[in-house]
Nanobody, 121 residues
Framework: QVRLVESGGDLVQAGGSLRLSCAAS????????MAWYRQAPGKQRQLVAT???????NYADSVKGRFTISRDNAKNTVYLHMNSLEPEDTAVYYC???????????????WGKGTLVTVSS
C-alpha cells in the first residue's frame, strides 16, 4: 500500500507564506501525477494544483501567481509553496497521488489525511 503524509499546515496572518509538504511511502514503484486539493468548512473539496512526473503544472485560477507546486521525485515528495495568503485560503489541504505500485499494476489514486491551513485577517 501507499501512504501519503502531509505537513506544514499552520496559523498565519494574511499576506504571509507557508510551505506544505507531502511525502509518499510504501509500494511506490512509480508516482505519476501528484496534486494538492483543499476543502474549506462547508464547501466541497477543490483542486488547487497538479504536477506531473515531468513537472508540468496546472493551477486553479484562485491561486495562480501566489502558489507554486513542485516535487522531488527522489524523495517521493510534493510541495506547495503558498505566498500572499488570504483568509479565503483557509482550508484543510489534502495531498493526492496517482501511483503504480508494481510494474504491472494499474495506477491507483491515494489521498493523505490533510493538514490545516488557517489564514487570519
Amino acid at each position: 500500500q501507499v501512504r501519503l503524509v502531509e505537513s506544514g499546515g499552520d496559523l498565519v496572518q494574511a499576506g504571509g507564506s507557508l510551505r506544505l509538504s507531502c511525502a509518499a511511502s510504501g509500494s511506490t514503484f512509480n508516482i505519476n501525477a501528484m496534486a494538492w486539493y483543499r476543502q474549506a468548512p462547508g464547501k466541497q473539496r477543490q483542486l488547487v494544483a497538479t504536477i506531473t512526473r515531468g513537472s508540468n503544472t496546472n493551477y486553479a485560477d484562485s491561486v495562480k501567481g501566489r502558489f507554486t507546486i513542485s516535487r522531488d521525485n527522489a524523495k517521493n515528495t510534493v510541495y506547495l509553496h503558498m505566498n500572499s495568503l488570504e483568509p479565503e485560503d483557509t482550508a484543510v489541504y489534502y495531498c493526492w497521488a496517482l501511483v503504480t505500485t508494481t510494474p504491472i499494476a494499474i495506477p491507483t489514486e491515494y489521498w493523505g489525511k490533510g493538514t490545516l491551513v488557517t489564514v487570519s485577517s
